[in-house]
């Protein structure tokens, strides 16, 4: 067994930096591409959903690009290398949320004919609820930006001597440029782009890693030796960090809360040329999004392979767990010059992709859900300018909040918690209003407020005082055969304590849960306050909400029953909505003057997947039944 050194730091060369920088450059001239090719087409609705023209294609590989970072890239591989493989059990996780999305929320929105999905809220309840609801969003997507563009560019300097600040600053220039100049199909088509070095990039270090370590059975035979394949962990604990249920039902939370209800994927869904497309979509992007998590998985395999006798964390030869996948491509690739700058440039890829896709969801969110409704008469052409300079601006915000992230701890912890703590109760807003028709504005507000309340305790109190570490213990690591430099120093300083001595009574029990578990409080909690306010305040009128609002749920559990489906829909006229889509004229039944007042004049105007008070015009709706509760 070969003796492992500490490195004097190998450092990139000419034609690492030449890989990584042909990224940037292809990236930059997508965006170029497109401002060109689309330059006469200056409507806000081209610049921010493509003009509802996308294919499934382009945009199942945006969505994965968008989705798995540099966070999974670097992250998901020292999960594995510490923890073992039960990372894998997030293909169920993944297959869940895509059904629920695609099955569940895409219609619903798609039909709804909106840009913002926070539009929606204020359909079905008021502007109030939609307001509080786009805050949150841009609050935790700058933060969860901020993450996705440090941790690479920090991990990257450590170990290749990569500029830190010049990285962060890089990645922000590049992708506010190509979104600024090209909208949403550049993003998109960039996306593409970056989800294919992405592959390559891991394709080429499971070649090259399995290669130097015997072949895929060594390494196999290595990763069953030291316990990294014992998968399937049913302990129900939920303060366990990664057991089955965590993974399968606290990751399906957070992930739903990522999916399925967030602007940044219902956007690309929406512009899509039809809800086939849309669905097609979700589902060619659930294979992009197994392949991937299948190779981060394998990476870490045939890194601990490589490192059974000498992990160079606990070595100290890296300061942090997440440098330890670049560490290891720089080791095993210090013979191929310009290989390394493939594997950076792999992870930049998927920082630019979420980057830029924060970037254009942030950008809608903000036009469409506050500058248009403070000043809903702005000319096409002012319109697409402010959009561009929110581009800008929200480039700028989410390169600055970088520097915040290194307080955050690992990557993926700290990013799925966050997506967690926000992502969570947002979630349980919308199932609120799209499954349960008995809900009003009153019991979603509240309902919000206690979800966020009830997920940002836990997480907090998760980052200020961590689980005990009898229920995150890595697997055993060695250092047998590291050639260390004061050796004693450093293994007495990795076992020192690093609790805080005075904790307090809840820190054992409802600070240590899971992370994957705070989107399942939020959501939960959200839904069942909301539910309490709304029957205690009086539910809502069945027959005041259009149906296209509503997802009848109920009709899978109740199929042979009219009457009891009926019952169950609470009023609103699923029937009629049905008879209309039947005869392709879409238009809401008049049961009630003020829900005619609210839809009125639409029917002739609109296509048949838009919803009844909600105009192609700039001036997306007049919800009028909604305004007048406030």
């Known amino acids: 067994m070969p003796n492992f050194v500490a490195p004097e730091g190998k450092k990139f060369v000419t034609w690492d930096y030449v890989v990584f920088a042909t990224l940037f450059l292809v990236s930059a001239s997508i965006g170029v591409f497109f401002a060109v090719k689309e330059r006469k087409k200056k409507t806000s609705k081209e610049f921010l959903v493509g003009g509802k023209q996308m294919t499934c294609g382009p945009i199942a590989f ?55 999905t926070y539009e929606y809220l204020e359909l079905r309840f008021n502007k109030i609820v939609r307001l509080a609801a786009t805050l949150i969003y841009i609050l935790q997507t700058i933060l969860y930006t901020g993450i996705v563009v440090y941790a690479p560019s920090l991990a990257l300097n450590q170990v290749t001597g990569f500029d830190l600040w010049g990285s962060v600053a890089a990645t922000g220039i590049v992708c506010t440029f190509y979104c600024t100049l090209g909208g949403l199909k550049a993003v998109v088509w960039t996306d593409a782009f970056q989800m294919i070095v992405m592959v390559a990039g891991f394709v080429t270090v499971l070649i090259r890693g399995t290669s130097v370590n015997g072949g895929l059975t060594k390494v196999w035979e290595d990763a069953h030796e030291g316990s990294r394949l014992n998968i399937f962990d049913f302990d129900v604990d939920p303060l366990r960090r990664h057991t089955f249920w965590t993974i399968v039902i606290g990751g399906t939370f957070t992930w739903l809360g990522l999916y399925g209800v967030n602007q940044s994927t219902i956007q690309r869904c ?224 990795a076992a020192a304590p690093t609790l805080a001595p005075e904790r307090p009574l809840l820190a054992d029990t409802w600070y240590s849960l899971s992370y994957l578990y705070f989107s399942a409080i939020g959501c939960v909690g959200c839904a069942i306050t909301g539910l309490l306010i709304s029957f205690i305040t009086g539910p809502s009128r069945g027959e005041d909400i259009p149906p296209v609002l509503i997802k009848p749920v109920c009709n899978l559990f109740c199929f042979w029953s009219k009457r009891l489906r009926v019952f169950l829909w609470c009023g609103v006229q699923h029937d009629s909505l049905e008879m209309d889509l039947e005869k392709k004229l879409p238009k809401v039944a008049a049961n009630k003057t003020r829900t005619d007042n609210t839809f009125k004049n639409n029917t002739n105007r609109e296509n048949n997947h838009r919803i009844h008070g909600y105009k192609s015009e700039e001036n997306p709706y007049t919800n009028i039944s909604r305004e007048s509760r406030l």
């Open 62 to 116: 945006s969505l994965t690009s968008s989705f798995m970072s540099a966070v999974t890239v670097l992250g998901t591989p020292s999960e594995v290398y510490r923890y073992g493989a039960s990372f894998v059990l997030f293909f169920l996780s993944y297959t869940l949320v895509i059904i629920f999305t695609a099955e569940l929320y895409l219609p619903v929105f798609y039909k709804s004919g909106i840009t913002s």
């Open 270 to 493: 929406v512009s899509c040329k039809s809800e086939k497309h849309a669905k097609l979509a979700l589902y060619l992007n659930l294979l992009g999004l197994w392949t991937v998590l299948v190779c981060a998985v394998f990476c870490g395999l045939v890194m601990y392979s490589h490192y059974k006798s000498c992990d160079p964390w606990t070595a100290a030869f890296i300061s942090a767990p997440d440098q330890l996948m670049p560490y290891f491509v720089m080791d095993i690739f210090s013979s191929l010059p310009g290989v390394p700058g493939l594997f950076v440039a792999c992870a930049f890829s998927g920082t630019l992709s979420t980057v830029a896709a924060s970037i254009n969801a942030l950008a809608t969110v903000t036009f469409e859900d506050l500058v248009k409704k403070g000043f809903p008469n702005l000319s096409e052409k002012m319109s697409t300018w402010i959009s561009k300079g929110l581009c800008i601006l929200y480039g700028v915000l989410c390169t600055s909040m970088a520097a915040a992230a290194s307080l955050l701890g690992g990557v993926v912890q700290a990013s799925l918690s966050i997506h967690g703590m926000c992502g969570g109760p947002m979630l349980g807003l919308f199932t609120l209003g799209i499954v349960f028709p008995c809900a009003n504005w009153k019991g979603a507000l509240g309902g919000l407020l206690a979800g966020i309340s009830l997920a940002f305790w836990a997480g907090t109190g998760s980052f200020i005082y961590p689980a005990p570490p009898v229920k995150s213990i890595p697997l055993q690591l060695s250092t047998l055969n590291c050639t260390l430099a004061n050796s004693t120093e450093v293994l007495l300083t």
